[in-house]
């Protein structure tokens, strides 16, 4: 079976710390990313690897606070958090498919997604 298993959210204190891990199942992990959907906002993306080149990508939102990171041999990526904020509150969900640049311009087209795991940021 084809499957991505996301796991590590919770709540957090505002300026905590969380880390997320994403492993794949029956077919091998050689780029994604993870993406987040907040309470009545579309679903975005935050984040991409490149494990072909081991080039990672990130939206302004969250560089200098997150940082993902592949380990290919358990076929798992991670989406370590720090500084969180309240506004980082969200359902945030892994990827796996292709990832694609043009200049500074990156771009992931998922073929498989994980379930969400739920991070909430709040005091």
């Known amino acids: 079976d084809v499957q991505l298993q996301a796991s590590g959210g919770g709540l957090v204190q505002p300026g905590g710390s969380l880390s997320l891990s994403c492993t794949a199942s029956g077919f091998n992990f050689n780029a994604g990313g993870w993406f987040r959907q907040a309470p009545g906002k579309e679903r975005e993306r935050i984040s991409g690897?490149?494990?072909?080149?081991?080039?990672?990508y990130y939206e302004d939102s969250v560089k200098g606070r997150f940082t993902i990171s592949s380990d290919v041999a358990k076929n798992t990526i991670y989406l370590q958090m720090t500084r969180l904020e309240p506004e980082d509150t969200a359902v945030y969900y892994c990827?796996?498919?292709?990832?694609?640049?043009?200049?500074?311009?990156?771009?992931?087209?998922?073929?498989?997604w994980g379930q969400g795991t739920q991070v909430t940021v709040s005091s």
């Open positions: 690897i490149n494990n072909f080149d081991g080039k990672t």
């Open positions: 990827a796996a498919g292709t990832l694609s640049t043009f200049g500074s311009q990156w771009h992931i087209r998922p073929v498989y």
